[in-house]
């Protein structure tokens, strides 16, 4: 129905729909989300517009709009084409940043970087420090599976992966024993690792290449570590259980509002006009815009504040009172 680039890198939506609950659970807005009535995250760019007013900036992204005949509609950035590439740089400042930059930019913050691999003393401690990837695009320096600005159609080998995720899924795999020791410290690492974006693509993206990576390193792990000859990947049960912590870490947000995007409120309230002696007076509009915005002050939105997951007390927490220092459960 649609014509599209296909990349050797992208992630078929068609194949993790078949993966039990996975692909739900990673278009699933957990600071919107509620058992009785489950919230996706949005479009929240104007690029598939063409394809109907379903995927308006401010409508969610649904399972059939990204699966079947769509399947392939949502491509990594390098597999857009170069006018979709300029478009959305001018238009969100969307700029990929290349894979030996990353790999710098990540080691320079990286204590382990000169005593590499860490050593037995340190290594839990390592793969337990939380790392933040802001405005992360399609992640790059979180889960490094190919060269974000160029179209090679090369997936990039677990040992060789610069992303700070990759570095410590490469310590678990040093320093495991057993697929259960493997999968306990895996989900520490996962449960460190955060990142927000703007665009729901690229934030589909993201989680689905998060996911993907603990898959890669599982199935490594398991032919190269363990030495197994049959081919191991994670279930469908373990896929899920992992796609529900990357919902919570990897989330969609306005990077300088704290707030699901475009979602502040400005309204135009229409006071009618009186009737005097001397005739009707006209009709007053006054302009309510968010306090937030006008301001430009963060905490006076009146737009959804974002939640994430506090892993240390097991509830969520707004991520503005997280990153002020004011943690108070909600």
């Known amino acids: 129905k649609y014509m599209v680039v296909t990349s050797k890198i992208d992630i078929s939506e068609n194949t993790l729909r078949n993966r039990g609950r996975v692909l739900d659970i990673l278009l699933t807005d957990r600071t919107l989300y509620k058992p009785s009535r489950p ?4 479009w929240a760019t104007d690029s598939y ?5 379903n995927y308006a900036p401010t409508k969610q992204v649904k399972r059939e709009q990204v699966t079947g005949v769509n399947g392939k509609l949502i491509q990594p950035r390098a597999a857009k084409s170069i006018e979709e590439q300029k478009y959305r740089t001018k238009d969100k400042a969307e700029v990929f940043t ?3 930059i990353v790999k710098k930019m990540n080691m320079a913050i990286d204590w382990a970087s000169k005593n590499w ?12 420090e939380r790392r933040l990837e ?13 060269n974000p600005t160029a179209n090679t159609g090369v997936v990039i080998t677990p040992k060789n992966r610069v992303g700070f995720f990759d570095r410590k899924l490469q310590v678990v ?3 495991s024993k057993t697929k259960k020791e493997w999968l306990q410290y895996a989900e520490i690492a996962l449960k460190a690792t955060y990142g927000y974006e703007w665009q729901g693509d690229n934030l589909l993206i993201a989680r689905e290449n998060v996911l993907l990576t603990l898959d890669d390193f599982y199935k490594d792990f398991c ?3 363990l030495k197994l000859k049959s081919k191991q990947s994670l279930t469908d049960e373990q896929l899920e259980y992992f796609a529900e912590i990357i919902s919570w870490n990897i989330w969609q947000m306005d990077g300088l509002k704290y707030v699901i995007p475009m979602s502040c409120l400005h309204e135009n309230k229409v006071i009618p006009g009186e009737l005097t002696l001397f005739g009707e007076t006209p009709d007053v509009i006054e302009s309510y815009e968010c306090e937030g915005c006008k301001f430009n002050h963060p905490t006076k939105h009146n737009g959804k504040y974002v939640k994430v997951m506090d892993w240390e007390i097991g509830k969520p927490m707004r991520f503005i009172d997280i990153h002020q220092g004011r943690k108070q459960e909600i």
């Open 49 to 53: 517009l063409k394809y109907g007013k």
């Open 117 to 128: 691999p860490v050593s037995e003393e340190t290594w839990v401690d390592y793969i337990s």
């Open 223 to 225: 032919a190269n570590r």
């Open 134 to 146: 802001i405005t992360c695009g399609e992640a790059p320096f979180i889960a490094g599976r190919y």
């Open 39 to 42: 919230h996706n995250i949005i």
């Open 173 to 175: 795999s040093e320093y």
């Open 98 to 100: 290349p894979l030996k």
